[in-house]
T-cell receptor
Framework: DVKVTQSSRYLVKRTGEKVFLECVQDMDHENMFWYRQDPGLGLRLIYFSYDVKMKEKGDIPEGYSVSREKKERFSLILESASTNQTSMYLC???????????FGPGTRLTVL | QKEVEQNSGPLSVPEGAIASLNCTYSDRVSQSFFWYRQYSGKSPELIMSIYSNGDKEDGRFTAQLNKASQYVSLLIRDSQPSDSATYLCAVKAGTYKYIFGTGTRLKVLA
């Protein structure tokens, strides 16, 4: 079974803090994605990566950056957390030639 | 206009009945379609993927795709209270772009 893990299930941070969210997958997937999910807005893509050190902006990249130094790990960084970044953050991965995405358990981030 | 539309529900069905969940999409070139189940507070879990017109069955689940009508549906037979969740429809609209609907909340009444 595909396993995607995320570093924290719940996180509380203060405005202005730098926040790191980590995602690890154990199935040698090439593609990795970061989404945020908000009520009424569905899942929105922040960034994705199709290979080590490769990254592409999604629909809402402002205020975020990412890092992929190893194939299995994809990190999302909030450079200076703001209250409007309070959300559920979901990591997903997929094989390069397979359309199916598999999600991690999510991190519910609250920025105070 | 939303690119993937779902009725938000809740859709209430009695236990043992067939639940029918619907999704329409606007991008005519989309080739891959997915249904995810999401329990409250949890992450989406892939149930079905479908790529060709027609029906695809997996256990109690049947996905139906009609590309001409830009319509994809999910049928859940013999619905159980444990099926109560939000069901997300997703459409792959590019090499790496997936568009998700906002989900239909299903309630199966015991």
């Amino acid at each position: 079974d595909v396993k995607v893990t995320q570093s924290s299930r719940y996180l509380v941070k203060r405005t202005g803090e730098k926040v790191f969210l980590e995602c690890v997958q154990d199935m040698d997937h090439e593609n990795m994605f970061w989404y945020r999910q908000d009520p009424g807005l569905g899942l929105r893509l922040i960034y994705f990566s199709y290979d080590v050190k490769m990254k592409e902006k999604g629909d809402i990249p402002e205020g975020y950056s990412v890092s992929r130094e190893k194939k299995e790990r994809f990190s999302l960084i909030l450079e200076s957390a703001s209250t409007n970044q309070t959300s559920m953050y979901l990591c997903a991965s997929s094989l390069w030639d397979n359309n199916e995405q598999f999600f991690g358990p999510g991190t519910r981030l609250t920025v105070l | 206009q939303k690119e993937v539309e779902q009725n938000s529900g809740p859709l209430s069905v009695p236990e043992g009945a067939i639940a029918s969940l619907n999704c329409t999409y606007s991008d005519r070139v989309s080739q891959s379609f997915f249904w995810y189940r999401q329990y409250s507070g949890k992450s989406p879990e892939l149930i079905m993927s479908i790529y060709s017109n027609g029906d695809k069955e997996d256990g109690r689940f049947t996905a139906q795709l009609n590309k001409a009508s830009q319509y994809v549906s999910l049928l859940i037979r013999d619905s159980q209270p444990s099926d109560s969740a939000t069901y997300l429809c997703a459409v792959k609209a590019g090499t790496y772009k997936y568009i998700f609907g906002t989900g239909t909340r299903l309630k199966v009444l015991a």
